[in-house]
């Protein structure tokens, strides 16, 4: 559905016209039906992907396409949804009149744009709202009818900017309900997000952009698989000083919880060093946890090893 | 059907927008004004209320130009709402051409509010009917054409505030190059000379669409001079609107 080539921006910043590089060689390949998490910390380059396959910026190298057809051609904005980021809208409009004016947009018969529209409406739960002006609006509102507005022309491919930032945790329910509800039906949905557990839950694909290039891509699964590290997560009690101590030489990171002593290793052998420590100290182990890699953790060191940390 | 769409949401941006509100609520206040001033003055009573209103209906109209088509595309941008246009299938000079026909009928309309008062309040006050003012309201439309798509133009890649600052300068150049021509015509030095030429011919000449002393005056004018005008007016927008459209085609939108 979306594919790029070596997709690069470069922008001119300042008096000076300092080189700015926000975008270097991204090849990227979204399949039809699946749902691709673009991943990386704010400043990584993944609004300024969006607005190029939205032809809002012009790359200075590459190509991109969508369903087969160059990005410049306007027709293919036909079969495409797109939710800007924090999305501002026109706030004069009443929720009916909004819905209608990106309905013409996309000459959609009168009868058809208030059939739909009603139908969107009542998907996103505004239906209580379409006679009120979009300034009433609450945060979650806004965004909900900003994804009722990109479905109007029942679009195969939703590309969607931190459709989750800025909610509450509620408000991220439902538009991650909304997504899901999105994916049953076969679209094909593109989105950025820093929000890693939502992308747990309903990516089949994700990509870890860093610095304007891209470090990983594959299905969450494989992602997940290829954390080969465990952490070990041991909470200790009955323990000097001096043993707290020598427990903390071999953890990576260690808090005190009132009398319990939690250490983190990031190495079984480590752990096992420890527990033996414990034990010959006449301590007590209250609990141990293994903890497996996530999402946020591979995030992380992906995002440490872009920055050269 | 797409620029229309544009031109109808924008129609519907400015008249719910208090900016616009005020515009209209001050030149009626001017207008209201102009019949306290003439109780002021002996004989030539009708003849003030002419002059004031017909001035006012121009003034706030080149005002309402001015400021309300810098923010058209900037507060797009601004808002980031533009994001929400352009990534469905419109290109892009079929959005500048909305923004700048929906302003253009609202100006349309304002132009008519003010004629029907105008032709109540003279009709009130004087009883007099005063359609032969018309052809001078219908005039300042035409220049409000120029002063829009001008205020249009520099927002595509300027601040409001530069922009308000430039097309105000190119409507009181645009009131004085007739003065222009006749300072060619007095300087030797040849450089000068073709510099301020063109500038004369390249600027807006608005005095064009000024025919108020005429009306008022009942002096009659022929048909050729509307149609001269008229054409002028239009063409010179279009010009303006183009180069825009070549501006805003390229930009990059962050």
Redesign the interface.
């Known amino acids: 559905m979306i594919k790029t080539e070596g997709l690069g921006m470069e922008f001119r910043v300042g008096f000076l016209r300092k080189k700015v590089t926000a975008l270097k060689g991204l090849t990227l390949e979204v399949k039809k039906g699946e749902v691709f998490g673009f991943l990386g910390p704010n400043g990584a380059g993944k609004t300024t992907t969006l607005k190029i396959l939205m032809g809002l910026i012009y790359p200075t190298s590459g190509k991109a396409w969508i369903m087969g057809r160059d990005i410049r051609d306007v027709d293919v904005k036909k079969g495409l949804g797109f939710l800007p980021e924090q999305p501002y809208f026109y706030e004069y409009l009443t929720a009916r009149e909004f819905m209608d004016f990106y309905g013409r947009l996309f000459g959609i018969r009168k009868g058809e744009r208030a059939a739909r529209a009603a139908e969107l409406l009542e998907m996103v739960g505004l239906s209580h709202a379409v006679d009120l002006q979009l300034r009433k609006f609450s945060k979650g509102m806004q965004q909900r009818i900003g994804i009722a507005q990109a479905l109007i022309n029942d679009p195969e491919l939703i590309i969607l900017d931190e459709p989750m930032s800025g909610l509450d945790p509620i408000g991220r329910k439902e538009v991650r309900d909304i997504m899901m509800g999105l994916k049953e039906k076969g679209k094909t949905i593109f989105f950025s997000t820093h929000i890693l557990p939502d992308v747990e839950v309903i990516c089949d694909r994700v990509g870890i952009l860093v610095k304007g290039e891209l470090r990983a891509t594959g299905t969450v699964g494989e992602m997940l698989g290829s954390m080969e590290a465990r952490m070990v997560e041991m909470t200790m009690e009955g323990l000097g000083p001096d043993d707290v101590k020598a427990v903390g030489a071999l953890s990576s990171n260690m808090v005190t919880r009132g009398r319990d002593v939690v250490a983190f290793f990031d190495d079984p052998d480590k752990a096992r060093k420890a527990r033996e420590i414990v034990f010959s100290k006449g301590g007590d182990i209250v609990s141990l946890i293994p903890h497996r890699g996530s999402l946020e953790d591979i995030f992380v060191e992906e995002v440490r090893k872009g920055s050269g940390k | 059907?797409?620029v229309y769409?544009?031109a109808l949401?924008t129609f519907?941006?400015v008249i719910?927008?208090k900016i616009f509100y005020s515009l209209v609520f001050f030149a009626l206040l001017m207008l209201g004004t102009s019949v306290l001033l003439s109780t002021l003055t002996l004989g030539e009573r009708t003849k003030i209320i002419e002059d004031i209103s017909l001035a006012g209906v121009s003034f706030f109209g080149v005002v309402i130009s001015i400021f309300v088509g810098i923010g058209l595309v900037y507060k797009e941008l601004e808002?980031?709402?533009?994001?929400?246009?352009?990534?469905?299938?419109?290109?892009r000079y079929q959005f500048l051409l909305g923004k700048y026909l929906g302003l253009a009928l609202t100006l349309l309309v304002y132009v008519s509010v003010m004629s029907a008062c105008i032709l109540l309040v003279l009709y009130l006050s004087n009883g007099i009917w005063a359609g032969s003012l018309m052809p001078a309201v219908l005039m300042t439309y035409f220049e409000f054409l120029i002063i829009t798509a001008a205020a249009l133009l520099f927002s595509t890649f300027s601040t409001p505030t530069l922009s308000a600052t430039y097309t105000l300068a190119i409507y009181i150049i645009g009131h004085l190059t007739g003065d222009l021509k006749g300072l060619a015509a007095k300087i030797g030095q040849p450089v000068i000379k073709k510099v301020i030429e063109i500038l004369y011919y390249g600027l807006p000449n608005l005095e064009n669409f000024n025919i108020k002393g005429q009306v008022v005056h009942g002096v009659s004018l022929p048909p050729g001079y509307y149609v001269m005008a008229v054409s002028y007016g239009l063409l010179y927008a279009a010009g303006i609107l183009a180069v825009a459209v070549m501006v805003f085609q390229?930009r990059?939108?962050?």
Do not use: G, W
């Open positions: 059907m797409k769409s544009i949401n519907k941006e719910r927008d808002k980031k709402t533009i994001y929400t246009i352009i990534s469905k299938p419109i290109k390229r990059n939108f962050k």
